[in-house]
């Protein structure tokens, strides 16, 4: 899934928006309190629910360029990148990207038939956040 969107905000404040949100995760995941220069290489589990948890490792954060991380799970893994292009002072495009790759021959096929279904649905809530991050400067 790919999404390309310019925003009305500065690529600072941007990517400060996207690096509090994960420094917020990783205390509230682990307990620990990050910097935002020790986030590049950085590794946690996070738990969803009892039975569900994710090895998150934070494999770039570029100040104002780039903020990539993988996320792996027992079924799958996910690779995001947020590249991020300043295109004035007061404006910047943000290039959003996700794989995914499933485990087993099952997951992969439930993974693809739900895919079809909610990669849709998953285009418009990024939007939608990407939006509400617009409107919160």
């Known amino acids: ?34 910097k935002p220069h020790q986030l590049a290489n950085y590794s946690y589990v996070k738990e969803f629910s009892k039975n569900s948890r994710a090895r998150i490792t ?6 104002n360029e780039c903020y990539r991380f993988n996320t792996s799970t027992i079924r ?18 943000v290039t959003y990207t996700e794989e995914m790759t ?6 992969k096929l439930n993974d693809s038939l739900f895919g079809v279904v909610m990669t849709p649905f998953k285009k418009k ?6 939006e509400a991050m617009e409107a919160s400067y």
Do not use: W
Not at 8 to 32: C, L, W
Not at 58 to 63: F, Q
């Open 1 to 34: 899934m790919k999404i390309v969107k310019t925003l009305n905000i500065p690529a600072d404040f941007f990517y400060q928006q996207v690096i509090n949100s994960v420094v917020f995760d990783i205390r509230k995941s682990t307990g620990e309190t990050i």
């Open 102 to 107: 499933s485990h087993g021959l099952l997951q």
């Open 125 to 130: 809530q990024l939007v939608k956040m990407l």
């Open 76 to 93: 799958n893994e996910f690779n995001v990148v947020y590249q991020i292009k300043p295109t004035s002072d007061q404006q910047c495009e």
């Open 58 to 63: 934070i494999e770039e954060a570029k100040t």
